[in-house]
């Protein structure tokens, strides 16, 4: 499994990929961050990170497919999937072990945003257990829609078109709460419960409230490791039909 992760960390930092990912991730926290700190005319700027963090991710919403298109597309355009499926490793190493590096370049972009809120510490004054809070709803956010992305990889030999797959998903995914709203749906309660409980914004909104709840938590992994098994079976699946 370390091989699988070692080989795609360093497709991703040994290449500008992951840098220009970050700067891109960068550039669109500092755009609401800027945003955010209130009318210039005050002499003291309001502004929470959670609102910056739940402004950011419509736009994240762009990056992630980017991240992930590549993880098993390329692999099967180059012909490099026979190598993979032929090696010691099993489908359960080689699926994580790509997961894990999608995990960390992600990380590594978490972790470059960490300027604002010291920057904002230095200067001001920042709610830690707020900031926390949604750091941590922000990257279980993230690890859901990485999974997704990466399950999507596994059906094409198309970098493009895993993208945007990817991208209509998960705005799926991002909207599906205001669907659940609609008149239409609101008909029937049973069914709107049951649309609603794949939303994940509302659940993200907790988070950036400052307000860590099981629940969410339960969720967020449950849809990771369900997305995970899925990929499984798609690679196993194709596996077995190349005999």
């Given at each position: 499994m370390f091989s699988i992760y070692k080989k795609d960390l360093q497709s991703f930092f040994f290449t500008p990929f992951a840098y220009i990912v970050t700067a891109l991730f960068l550039f669109l926290f500092t755009f609401y961050f800027n945003g955010s700190i209130g009318d210039q005319s005050q002499a003291t700027y309001f502004f929470s990170f959670a609102n910056v963090f739940y402004n950011v991710i419509i736009m994240f919403i762009f990056l992630i497919p980017i991240l992930t298109m590549r993880t098993f597309a390329d692999e099967r355009k180059f012909g490099t999937e026979v190598l993979l499926m032929t090696s010691p490793?099993?489908?359960?190493?080689?699926?994580?072990?790509?997961?894990?590096?999608?995990?960390?370049?992600?990380?590594?972009?978490?972790?470059?945003s960490l300027f604002f809120p010291i920057f904002t510490a230095i200067k001001g004054e920042v709610v830690m257990s707020q900031l926390i809070c949604a750091y941590l709803g922000f990257f279980l956010w993230g690890a859901m829609y990485i999974a997704i992305g990466q399950l999507i990889s596994s059906f094409t030999e198309s970098s493009i078109l895993a993208a945007?797959?990817?991208?209509?998903?998960?705005?799926?995914?991002?909207?599906?709460?205001?669907?659940a709203m609609t008149k239409f749906i609101a008909q029937y309660p049973a069914i709107q419960s049951a649309v609603y409980a794949f939303a994940a914004q509302p659940r993200f909104a907790y988070f950036s409230q400052g307000f860590i709840r099981l629940s969410d938590i339960v969720f967020f992994i449950s849809a990771i490791i369900v997305c995970l098994v899925w990929n499984y079976i798609s690679i196993e699946k194709r596996r077995w039909n190349r005999g």
């Open positions: 490793l099993n489908v359960v190493q080689i699926i994580i072990g790509k997961y894990l590096a999608n995990i960390t370049v992600f990380l590594f972009m978490l972790a470059s945007i797959i990817g991208e209509i998903v998960m705005f799926v995914f991002l909207f599906i709460d205001d669907f």
